[in-house]
């Protein structure tokens, strides 16, 4: 069954534009979405992959590294290069039951015992380069995972020491995440790996309720021909994803900008530099989708919320939320 639309999800911008700014500068870090049940979360994930164009990867290599910049440490490529092709972006699911050997790949069993060879069976870690790697209930992942989750993220390889192996592979994907805060928070190291963190709510519009369940109904119904009804926008909204990327290093960040983001951070007394970062990659990613060639402080006041609502210590003496705070400081900072 193809993956539902991109183009046709209703309403949930905010998270909708968290992912494209992602799948246009994967360094923003990635995107945390939180919120309800049956709200659209593992749908606008596995749609957007559909959505990106196919990448070019050498074959046979078990980490589709790009023929034209293979990762210095594949154990494929520096073999030399052979054919290429094209292959969707890679979406793997990491389920939250997954033993460290299914992750991070482990000794080949079976060429051990038949053949004698030490031979490494790439994980989901490998299957996930230059693509995403999709957590959901990501709050409920065991500590173990995330300690090595976080070192992967931060280093972009993967490094197996174990049962006689010693290899590196290339690593280097989007993380997602999803889950429902009523059932736990996300550890504050992990929390802090994600560039942008998104809310989303079930809707309370009747309207906007009905036109969710009529679109499902009718996808169920006839998947391909509900794909088909919306092939010229899913083109159109690729097109834009592609010029943004090609857009995206010549998008300049005024001085007046960059000041603004970080009185921004002060006022909501942020730790560190990385909102500042966040919010500059995240604001010029956003300028790039537009069209603009210039980053404004408009494409800073649309991104703060994402970009810092997880990054703000808990004030024991303020009574409301994070969104509620971040709010309050854009009216401040960036007055209209």
Do not use: W
């Amino acid at each position: 069954m193809p993956a539902f639309p991109f183009t046709a999800i209703v309403a949930q911008e905010e998270m909708k534009r968290a992912l494209l700014i992602a799948a246009v500068d994967p360094t923003v870090g990635g995107v945390l979405v939180f919120g309800d049940r049956g709200t659209g979360k593992s749908t606008a994930i596995r749609a957007l992959a559909a959505l990106l164009p196919k990448i070019r990867a050498v074959a046979g290599c078990p980490y589709s590294c790009s023929p034209d910049a293979p990762a210095a440490d594949c154990p494929h490529c520096s073999q030399g290069r052979g054919k290429t092709h094209t292959i969707p972006v890679p979406v793997v699911d990491l389920p939250l039951g997954a033993t460290e050997d299914r992750v991070v790949g482990a000794l080949d069993l079976e060429r051990a015992l038949t053949r004698g060879e030490k031979a490494f069976e790439p994980g989901l870690l490998a299957r996930a380069n230059r693509g995403f790697l999709y957590i959901d209930e990501v709050n409920l992942l065991e500590d173990h995972l995330v300690d090595l989750l976080l070192d992967v993220a931060a280093s972009g390889v993967n490094t197996v020491e174990r049962e006689g192996l010693s290899l590196r592979h290339p690593a280097r994907f989007v993380l997602v995440g999803s889950g429902n805060p009523e059932e736990g928070e996300l550890r504050p190291q992990l929390l802090d790996r994600f560039g942008l963190a998104c809310e989303v709510g079930t809707p309370t519009e009747i309207a906007t309720r009905i036109e969710v369940v009529r679109r499902r109904d009718a996808y169920e119904r006839d998947p391909e021909g509900f794909c088909a009804a919306h092939a010229k926008t899913e083109k159109a909204l690729q097109k834009r994803i592609v010029a943004a990327r090609e857009r995206l290093g010549s998008v300049t960040v005024p001085d007046a900008v960059l000041e603004a983001a970080a009185k921004l951070c002060l006022a909501l007394g942020t730790d560190g530099l990385r909102g500042e970062l966040t919010l500059m990659r995240t604001a010029r990613a956003l300028a790039a989708l537009d069209g603009a060639e210039t980053v404004g402080i408009e494409h800073l006041r649309q991104v703060a919320p994402s970009a810092l609502r997880h990054r703000l210590r808990r004030n024991p003496l303020d009574e409301s939320g994070s969104t509620a705070r971040v709010a309050r400081a854009i009216t401040e900072v960036l007055p209209q």
